[in-house]
T-cell receptor, first 114, second 113 residues
């Protein structure tokens, strides 16, 4: 049973560039959430996708956008990169509609913006 | 607005010691609470999920308790080992059964041989 996978593992970009991160959920899961984790901090919720729609959004600017595909995989896009976007980006998957929902996280993508 | 606090921020213990990590949250209207482990630069590994109707969950040497009324959870690690060294994070869903998790900053645990 494959867990949550993310690609790439590491990424280095320069300010102003655009980046796309990818996530495949755990088998059987239909909901994908994205989190940003700065060094020494807990993860911060970016947004969540279900049925190919953005269902919830955290306090992140419109430079952060996403997409969910029919196979439930998801992409996170960040435009006009800033130095402060350097962080570990985590993807989590879950099965919608359960209050006892356990979320499973992927290994993350380390983004460095120079 | 839900806020989660973890104390202490860091903890160093000798191997074999039993230890307790603390997590507190401001809004007691939660559906569940989840404890995670994170190794340096890695993703999160789910350790235990406690439903709001439960008071405890156990997995091996780990035991997590939940007291909703006081807004507290503890993670008890028995007979600690160097391999337990990691950052431990607790998280709760935001109000209304949302799947959006609010995390604490974590407790960095070091177990010395």
């Amino acid at each position: 049973d494959a867990g949550v996978t993310q690609s790439p593992t590491h990424l280095i970009k320069t300010r102003g560039q655009q980046v796309t991160l990818r996530c495949s959920p755990k088998s059987g899961h239909d909901t994908v959430s994205w989190y940003q984790q700065a060094l020494g901090q807990g993860p911060q919720f970016i947004f969540q996708y279900y049925e190919e729609e953005e269902r919830q959004r955290g306090n992140f600017p419109d430079r952060f956008s996403g997409h969910q595909f029919p196979n439930y995989s998801s992409e996170l896009n960040v435009n006009a990169l800033l130095l402060g976007d350097s962080a570990l980006y985590l993807c989590a998957s879950s099965l919608a509609g359960r209050s006892y929902n356990e979320q499973f996280f992927g290994p993350g993508t380390r983004l460095t913006v120079l | 607005k839900q806020e989660v606090t973890q104390i202490p921020a860091a903890l160093s213990v000798p191997e074999g010691e039993n230890l307790v990590l603390n997590c507190s949250f401001t809004d007691s209207a939660i559906y569940n609470l989840q404890w995670f482990r994170q190794d340096p630069g890695k993703g999160l590994t789910s350790l235990l999920l406690i439903q709001s109707s439960q008071r405890e969950q156990t997995s091996g040497r780990l035991n997590a308790s939940l007291d909703k009324s006081s807004g507290r959870s503890t993670l008890y690690i028995a007979a600690s080992q160097p391999g337990d060294s990691a950052t431990y994070l607790c998280a709760v869903p935001t109000q209304g059964g949302s799947e959006k998790l609010v995390f604490g900053k974590g407790t960095k645990l070091t177990v010395n041989p």
